[in-house]
């Protein structure tokens, strides 16, 4: 029988958002779920994401804010294209480490960067950037060459990531596959709802019957992969005003509706 993994990250302090996806992933009736990093920063409840996820019980890999906030070190680690960017940032950056207690800084920094899993021999691994840094952008131009030599010397036949904000699943000419989970709580490919993706790991049968065009074998272990992307709707309005409320700057409420 296939095996149904849920993956999520980049949370952003966005409570409505992962609410509305673990109500989703109930619906869809996947039991085993993964948390990909970034549950902070941006949103304006991170204290709540933080209580939310950890009653939740799901392994959670340690994200570039969580490293950031959980050690109280005056940043992100996060990559602003613009200075109105850098000016949120800091700001965002300073909300957040104000309003996550002492104790769940110590949970955050104590967070693992990476998680193992494997099913049948396949070796899959859950981190949040890379499996070399937790704020390296795997993109999706990013080349074959590079995702090869950093899968082959992480050892791993999958490797699952955060940070992009952009969901996908490519596989490469190897049978390596990479896989995004995109962002709950922030998304950065021009859709605003919260955002999870469906591993679906098995026989070739039961893996093409979900309708991934990317559907195909790892490496060469006999088992197949295909993912299914899900966008849950939630109360957009309210959690922009909660930004606001909270004192953080409009800009990131109109970044939010801009997803």
Known sequence: MARHIALYSDIHANAGALEAVYDDVRSEGVAERYCLGDLVGYGAAPAAVIAR?????????????DRGIGGRLGSCGCY???EQARADGQASYDFTVAA????D???????PTQIRLEHEGARVLLCHGSPRRVNEYLLPDRTDALLERLAREASADVVCVGHVHVPYH???PSGIHYVSSGSVGKPKDGDPRACWMELVVGNRDEVEAIGDPFASC????GVWLGTVTHRVAYDLDAEVAAMSAV???DSLGRALRAS
């Open 170 to 172: 490519r596989p490469l």
């Open 218 to 221: 790892i490496g060469s272990t």
């Open 105 to 111: 800084a110590v949970w955050l920094a104590g967070l």
């Open 247 to 249: 004192g953080l700057p």
């Open 53 to 65: 996820v950890r009653a939740s019980g799901d392994p959670v890999v340690q994200g570039n804010y």
């Open 80 to 82: 602003y294209a613009t």
């Open 100 to 103: 996550v207690s002492d104790e």
